[in-house]
């Protein structure tokens, strides 16, 4: 009988538990919907011109990705759009150099591939940019991935 009761408090404990993970979790959704509180800004009077690239570059992606669950696309130029990516003004200048072009050229051609994709490939072209934000932001920016993480999609190719 014992034993009984101590099954169910257990188990009332583990409910309750894992009811405030759920709620946490919730919390978390909420939160990095936005941006700007996934990013630290040092001076939100003041962004630089990366910075801004960035946000209109999310904001266009994550849109992207609301057509493509549809089976839709936009028609944004985006190489022509994004092509000053490795020349844009930096919070942190001294992040520029070759191995950030490496990772800015490999991000733009990407682009270029996700841009002239065929139908049947544009959700792995789609993951493939993803990942090269990801890449990027591993090595110069790491804010952002919390927001970043959120856009893969499933691939049913
Ligand atoms: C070649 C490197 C690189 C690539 C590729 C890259 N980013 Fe960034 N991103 C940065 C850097 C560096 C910053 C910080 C900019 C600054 O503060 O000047 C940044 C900033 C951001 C921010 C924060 C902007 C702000 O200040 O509020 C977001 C969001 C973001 N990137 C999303 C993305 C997404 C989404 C992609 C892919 C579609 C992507 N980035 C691809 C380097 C990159």
Redesign the pocket.
Known sequence: MRIKSFLVLSLCFLLAFLNACNDSTNEEKEEILD??KA?R?NNPNK??E??VL??T??ND?KAERILLLTGEHSAIDWTSKYEN?LIAK???ES?KGEV?DA??NG?LIQLKEYQNTSEKERISNYNR??T??KN??EA??PG?LV??NK?PLKDLN
Do not use: A, K, W
């Open positions: 941006v700007s990013v800004i962004q630089s990366l910075s960035m946000r570059l999310y992606t990516l930096q919070t942190d992040n950030f990772y800015g991000f940019l993803i090269n934000c990027c932001h110069y920016c952002p927001v970043i856009l």
